[in-house]
């Protein structure tokens, strides 16, 4: 039997929902892996973590950078990906981009965060400034 081409018939975005923020951070990972490999760790403040798989073995790295790639125990990728958020604490849209696949329907082949506007750096630079909002 000849296999059917899998084309894409049209895109467009869409909001998915919002995420909220307290940590100044974010994280994308399969929700079936938490049960199985996340350990409760307090966050020390800096310091290295007892388990890379907690809290605080996520904070950790990004006390010094923006993004981290988290491992599975056994040390290869894929886990989940961390990363700051924007200029910090807050809620985020997060939008899907919806492709039609012939064969299979209407699926997301893309997600987005959105964390920086142009909007939010006007009222951040006017509060640094004491400047009044429009």
């Not at 995420?19 to 020390?44: A, K, N, R």
């Amino acid at each position: 039997m000849k296999q059917k081409k899998v084309e894409k018939k049209k895109d467009e975005w869409t909001k998915i929902g919002v995420v909220g923020v307290d940590s100044g951070q974010l994280m994308i990972c399969d929700p079936g892996y938490i049960d199985g490999h996340w350990t409760e760790e307090e966050f020390t403040g800096g310091g290295k973590a007892k388990n890379p798989l907690s809290y605080n073995g996520i904070c950790q790295p990004l006390l010094k950078k923006s993004a981290t790639q988290v491992n599975f125990p056994m040390g290869h990728a894929g886990l989940a990906v961390a990363f700051s958020s924007g200029l910090g604490d807050g809620l985020y849209d997060v939008f899907a981009k919806y492709e039609e696949l012939d064969g299979w329907g209407r699926r997301i082949v893309e997600v987005k965060i959105v964390l920086l506007t142009d909007e939010h750096l006007d009222i951040c630079n006017q509060v640094l400034m004491g400047a009044p909002r429009k």
